[in-house]
């Protein structure tokens, strides 16, 4: 692991997903610029110390030397967004495969370059597009790719939160990095939230955003990044949609939401209820479809190899987290021992994915500043 | 009442909110463009044949040469909104006060003339925008004016239908005259609806839309009019918005919802359920405000004056209706005695809402017919 | 109308749903037995001198003596639960139809006497449980007598308030009489709402309460009434269940919810949020069920029949109300001319329902003060 | 661990919860009473085959003989109730601290038995009801503890499933072994669920139940143990209130809820939504308490002391159990180094919830074939 060291928030929980399914240990790691920093956060996870080091170049260069069956196998790379970057080239570039939080790097120059050497090295690349690990989004995803709502006319994603309605920048670590462009890039909520809806758009669709029409805003003052997305949507097919984000949405905790439409139905689906999924129909009632290992009757194959409990008992975000590197650890598997991988476990978020988000991150910033409206995705 | 015969819909929920509080009474109606249409419906509703009229022309006549203690007092025009701006006109011109379905007319032309010929006459004209009927519509509005959310960064409207996912125009006379410009005028889902969301965002916060960004799109093949709305909000204070509505979001009923986001906390309404009020602050749990005539310690004297019975006892879309209906008689009261209405009573949307309204419709289909990125509202 | 002057609370809200749908004009009242309040209650309510009276042995003798076509046709009774019974009898003997707030009398004698009446007199007389006028309460009737749910297992309803959590009869006129035996009669929360909850479980299922066991408790110091109710159901089909209603759960509102549950499924209605349905299946989505004119394709006629406007637009309690009104007004009609009522319009809750509301309160009673576990109802 | 292999439920629940914090590590197992099973299970979690056992006592004998920090530190249980028993008997005098699934026996003689051991050896004992590990009980219990209710009055604890609304059993071996009255012990529901929600209540009100009046029901035809439980309650201070449960529900999940009311408010939490928690006031708006490392302002140490992940990003039913054993190893850890746990690490439920779980259960079977309305617990 690269960062998530003392005082990060989502290292703990890459290792909390990692680990829950009994597939993966965590053996080393790089967790903070600060070696003294990455030192004592080794010892808190019960690393032995010569695992534990100052940076991730010297982390790379020790795990290669191990003999094969004692390296790490992959590296999560869970820093602040510009250093995915150079971590990610160098772990590919040492033959590691990788999970690397999103958005994948701080220009689609670089995405596309880490993307180049993912083909070329043949190694697996996630990106922790968290939200397509829910078995709702799974459900939802097949519901409309088999055909169930019909052809989509109209897609509303929203993702409001509201923590940073104040300068929290100024005391925060977690909303310092994020509000800074050094670190996090030229996009500050479109790249930290605007991008999991973007994401999750196109996974449930599986239609492509054809053009946008953007307007970011930073709506506290003296804030560096934008905190606030408001973008029109057209899709490739014709449907039509709007997708909304912010980060001063106040008293909004972290409620993405996603609305498709067809000719023949709907869908709604609300992270903060992930185990609801509401299908809409013409001419009958609504129904309330629901995570559960005991609805195999009527969930599909997706929903149902990522969910573990029975109805009921809900499942959550570290859950969805989990979904994704049990399914990363499937494939790596898969992948030492030469098997086919199935469906189910190569449906999880990677390097294309990130590529893709950049791209939509750039055009969003190039729409904004534009005074034409319509502005199409390369 | 001129329209709402036998068939139509709205005219009937204008007959149960008028009379539900006992202070207004139907004693005449031109019902029907068809004469023996007009005639059995006014027998349906019980009024005796001579104040059953073929035409509203005719109607007005008759009423004007009648002693003036046994006239109608006003006229409520519930007919397609292509007579709205006649009959008004000849209402205002014969004296009578006016109830009117919204949009107010079909061009923003008439629907000055009516504005001035409503300043003129000093006559009473309300226009049904019903949502704004609603307590907790009240209560938001009051606290969004009264400083509790401090100063507004952003407010999201939608305002989701799906009853016209298919073209049901060809068999059902709503539906008929909804999607035919002859007589809706020139916008469809954005005149029926979106000027409804619009409407509330303003009445809400009190801030005026300065320019927008609209995608108006006709999703069901053949449609005539638009059917879907999206739309970017700039508000004059410097606030963003989003604005998106719809008739063919498979499976919606209608989900009028609205979010208002200040620097200190944030509201959150839905039409469907709207006797709850979510009220968002920064630092503390969110509350949930609630309808009831008991709940004077903490509701504002504008929620309190609109409801009618405890807490937990729904009220609901007629007697929202019946607040607008209640207000313009005590209006209508207080302006035969004399009289000078409390703030309370003349909180009802008048002839300038719906001219607003009407600008606002004619500006979103400049916008959407525009290259440009943004169109100002005059 | 007798009682529902100035002051009261449940007065106004018959008036109004009385008269929203145009079929039933309030023409004369007692209205107190102050006849000050009387009087000055009957000029608000723009009704003429000479039809406000003093007393209801007064407004019957005068309204008895006056040309038929001008008389009340019925009087609603909205009087404390002790005068329900002597102006009930008064009016039946009178020859005068009658409405009659719940519960229909303080002990059942009176109840059994007034039955009697009815049966002898040929007379009308409903009784407003007021939540069976909800549509998706006739619906969920409809559904478990059809059999959707299979035979019947299961009953849990329940009915927290908690208004009377202080000993507000101190100072509240409306908390005053409900806790007060002399004239609330034996029971406080059971007889107030307790039997509302008895009355739609068994209105729902069909079902008679066979036997019960009762714990009634007096939780505010010096209430002189019960104020919380537990009572275990057994129903005459060998289902189980539990009825529980409170006034003093603090912070509720008026919180019926019934829970039915057969061999094949099971439904859940709120009367909070009373247009929804939730229709539960053994193998498949829970469905959601909804108001609206629109529905027809999947409600029942029952539902249909009481339902004013399309889905999405709430209908409340006032509408409800007025379901009882207007189907009673429709059977009023046609017993005048002779027809025969529809099996819709008859469905309203009678002198029967009634005096099964008394039986419950008097065997609840008694069970709560027997060591005996199981008290059957006659 | 014992128990959990091939086709069980439950164990993979508690090797997901155990391992997600990286504390505690699966070293060993009597997976199966098939050894086979128990093999096979072994080697699907990685573990060598010396580590693997067809027996508990086996397994107790093996590990007791290696070297003491290679040694299994304490057993998990995750077994049909019949066996918790003499395993946690067994490893309590083989010196290894336990974790087990409740019911903690199949009788209070044994539980008692185990409870003596416990006393008797200092070892660490914990009884998996999982709910209480869930932050926003932890907080309810905080809030009724220090008084934010004042003097509680009433309780309702309902617990309703619909898994077993057909005869299951025939083919399911969850159900199996659950309606078998030599697996299960003599009680079905009210073993299975009806005591988890006698244990919510108690834990969450810090009171006692001190006498009950049951109603137990076979209502599913052959079914060989109760599927439905209805009990009146009364507490030791004289408080009252209802237990329902049931596993005859048809399309309920495991829908949990708990409403305690007092003096000065109520709060009300659900199962299958735990992050929010309602908390009702007699006097203003009802406030959402909601779950996140983010809500340290308004939430307890003891809330956040079990809390992962910001709010907005659901903590599950996984989690809740997670806490359970996060806070079992960290007082094992104290234990081992002789250090004071926190009163939040040693908010745990131990064999004394256990022991009172068959109290309650016992006392309920005899309630229910007693004539007498009231049977006092022990």
New interface residues.
């Given amino acids: 692991m690269v960062g998530g060291g003392i005082g990060a928030?989502i290292g703990?929980?890459h290792?909390?997903a990692a680990?829950?399914?009994?597939m993966i240990e965590?053996v080393c790691g790089a967790f903070s610029t600060d070696p003294e920093v990455s030192k004592k956060s080794g010892e808190q996870?019960?690393l032995p110390d010569n695992r534990v080091y100052g940076t991730y170049e010297e982390m790379i260069v020790a795990e290669r030397s191990l003999p094969e069956h004692e390296q790490m196998d992959f590296i999560s790379i869970v820093t602040p967004n510009h250093v995915h970057y150079p971590v990610a080239k160098a772990a590919l570039e040492n033959g590691f495969h990788v999970v690397c939080e999103k958005p994948l790097a701080i220009s689609s120059g670089e995405a596309k370059e880490l993307a180049s050497l993912v083909e070329k090295t043949g190694l697996q690349f996630a990106v922790t597009h968290t939200y397509t690990g829910y078995p709702m989004v799974k459900q939802a995803r097949h519901m409309v790719r088999e055909g169930a709502?019909g052809k989509i006319?109209?897609v509303?994603v929203?993702y409001?939160?509201?923590?940073l309605?104040?300068r929290l920048e100024k005391e925060n670590q977690q909303a310092s990095w994020r509000t800074d462009p050094e670190k996090a890039g030229p996009a500050g909520c479109l790249g930290d939230i605007g991008t999991h809806a973007h994401n999750l758009a196109e996974y449930i669709t599986g239609l492509r955003v054809a053009e946008i029409?953007a307007?970011l805003?930073s709506?506290v003052e003296g804030r560096r990044l934008d905190d606030?997305v408001?973008i029109?949507l057209?899709f490739s097919n014709?449907?039509?949609?709007?997708l909304?984000s912010?980060q001063?949405?106040?008293?909004?905790?972290?409620?993405l939401k996603i609305?498709v439409?067809?000719?023949?139905?709907?869908i709604e689906w609300h992270?903060?209820?992930?185990n609801t999924l509401l299908?809409?129909?013409?001419?009958?009632?609504?129904?309330?479809?629901?995570t559960?290992?005991?609805h195999g009757?009527?969930l599909s194959k997706a929903a149902m190899h990522n969910t573990?409990?029975?109805?009921?008992?809900?499942?959550?975000?570290?859950?969805a987290f989990a979904n994704i590197y049990r399914n990363f650890a499937f494939a790596l598997s898969n992948h030492m021992h030469g098997e086919e991988p199935s469906p189910e476990v190569l449906d999880y978020p990677t390097v294309k994915a990130g590529l893709r988000g950049m791209t939509f991150i750039e055009t969003a910033i190039t729409s904004s500043r534009?005074?034409?409206?319509?502005t199409p995705l390369p």
Wanted: charged letters at 30%; proline letters at 5%; aromatic letters at 10%.
């Fill in positions: 928030f703990a929980v290792r909390q680990t829950m399914d009994g965590l996870l019960f709502l006319r109209k509303v929203e409001p939160q509201g923590w309605s104040t029409c307007d805003g709506l606030d408001n029109l057209r014709g449907a039509k949609g709007v909304h912010s001063i949405s106040a008293g909004e905790e972290n409620a609305y439409y067809g000719e023949k139905g709907g992270q903060m209820e992930p299908v809409k129909h013409l001419d009958r009632p609504v129904e309330i479809y629901r559960g290992v005991d009757n009527y573990r409990v029975p109805s009921g008992h809900p499942e959550g975000y570290i859950e534009s005074d034409k409206k319509w």
